[in-house]
């Protein structure tokens, strides 16, 4: 990192083996985005988790150029028991050894970070090929909290996004199942989807009104 990586723990020690893993992982992004101003990850245990699964909360703040870029891992109980089910998920998280659950939170929150830098270095270099159709896809896993999601594409694929990705602010409209419109591009992880566009029902009704009104 060009500037010092700020390192931040609250509601727990500092640890010294963590704060190598996070220094590990920081250096990684410049491989996505190499004009990185200043890096500040704060590593946060929420007040009553100390004896309850340790649900670390991992926020990652990237400086670029003209702009700031924030990364939340927030993972919570609840989430974990509807994902995995139920009390077998409850039973895990609480016995679970804490230096792994940290460990993991902290690669899944610089993961993201690594798609929100590729995402923004693509549309930097104006990467993104409008001149190509979209594809049509639905939403077929949705993570509101974590800001991405997964699209399925009629030849039974999945492609990742991002709620940046999607066009018109139309993230908090996204249902599972929700029909799509997007451009396939092939990321550092993997095929991901860009220019992300909602199809809804408005313009056929519309039609549909415009019709009626001309019969009268």
């Given amino acids: 990192m060009q500037l010092p ?3 931040t723990f609250r509601n727990m020690e500092r640890l010294e083996g963590v704060e190598e893993l996070i220094r590990a992982e920081a ?3 410049e491989d996505f985005y190499s004009q990185i101003m200043g890096c500040r990850v704060a590593v946060e245990v929420p007040h009553g988790h100390h004896r309850k699964g340790n649900l670390y909360h991992i926020r990652i703040d990237l400086t670029l150029p003209g702009k ?3 990364i939340k891992h927030e993972p919570s109980l609840s989430k974990g028991i509807r994902q995995a089910g139920g009390v077998e998920m409850k039973k895990r998280l609480e016995v679970g050894a804490p230096h792994r659950d940290l460990h993991l939170a902290i ?3 610089f993961k993201n970070a690594g798609r929100r830098l590729q995402d923004y270095a693509r549309r930097q270099r104006g990467d ?3 001149h190509e159709a979209p594809s049509i896809g639905r939403v077929s896993k949705l993570l509101p909290e974590e800001g ?3 699209l399925s594409t009629p030849d039974g694929r999945e492609v990742y996004f991002h709620k940046d990705s999607v066009l018109n602010r139309g993230f908090r409209r996204l249902r599972v199942g929700s029909k799509v419109g997007f451009v396939e591009e092939q990321g550092e992880k993997g095929p991901q989807a860009s220019t992300v566009r909602v199809r809804g029902k408005r313009p056929i009704r519309r ?3 415009k019709t009626a009104a001309a019969a009268g």
Wanted: aromatic fraction near 10%; proline fraction near 0%; glycine fraction near 4%.
């Fill in 27 to 29: 250096e990684k992004l």
């Fill in 68 to 70: 700031e870029l924030v």
């Fill in 207 to 209: 039609v549909i009104e």
């Fill in 128 to 130: 993104v090929k409008t």
């Fill in 107 to 109: 690669r899944d929150a």
């Fill in 5 to 7: 990586l700020q390192i």
């Fill in 148 to 150: 991405y999601g997964f």
